[in-house]
């Protein structure tokens, strides 16, 4: 790397460090933002090379596993139904998953992994775990499991 750009990213981690020291890096909001936003752009260049990004993987990931309706994938994945369709046309049109009818609700449709969508899915899985074990390379095994724990709380909390 030339000393300029030596020099300019090295400014950026001193302004990120005195950054780091601020009121800000104590809140939870804006450290689960920032952590997020930290994997996502993590996950979503190991999944490129797959022609997947964190949500579509999300998608075939939950088509592989449990068939869900475009209805419950857009609760869960806290998105827009219409972005969950063009989340699910895109995978159709790579022949990576299917819609079809709900047998417990004809009026719905639930999202299947096709065979190639099975086998994608295995390959970006892979992918996306060496992502996730190097981002938590930095906490160790026994807090890995307790973080695991609390980010499950917060991401499903208890009905009141």
């Known amino acids: 790397m030339p000393a300029a750009g030596k020099s300019h990213t090295a400014a950026i981690d001193r302004g990120i460090e005195r950054l780091a020291a601020s009121t800000l890096a104590t809140d939870l909001s804006f450290l689960l933002a920032r952590a997020n936003a930290l994997a996502l752009a993590a996950a979503n260049a190991a999944l490129a090379t797959h022609g997947l990004r964190a949500r579509s993987y999300s998608v075939l990931a939950l088509a592989t596993d449990v068939r869900p309706t475009q209805r419950e994938l857009a609760e869960f994945l806290r998105l827009d139904p219409s972005q969950v369709v063009v989340l699910v046309d895109e995978l159709e049109k790579r022949d ?30 892979r992918s996306a775990r060496t992502v996730e074990a190097s981002l938590r390379a930095a906490v160790d095994p026994e807090d890995r499991v307790k973080l695991a724990e609390l980010m499950h709380r917060l991401a499903f909390p208890a009905e009141p």
């Open 96 to 125: 990576l998953v299917q819609r079809r009818p709900d047998p417990g609700d004809r009026r719905a449709n639930v999202v299947v992994a096709t065979d190639a969508g099975r086998a994608l899915f295995a390959k970006a899985q």
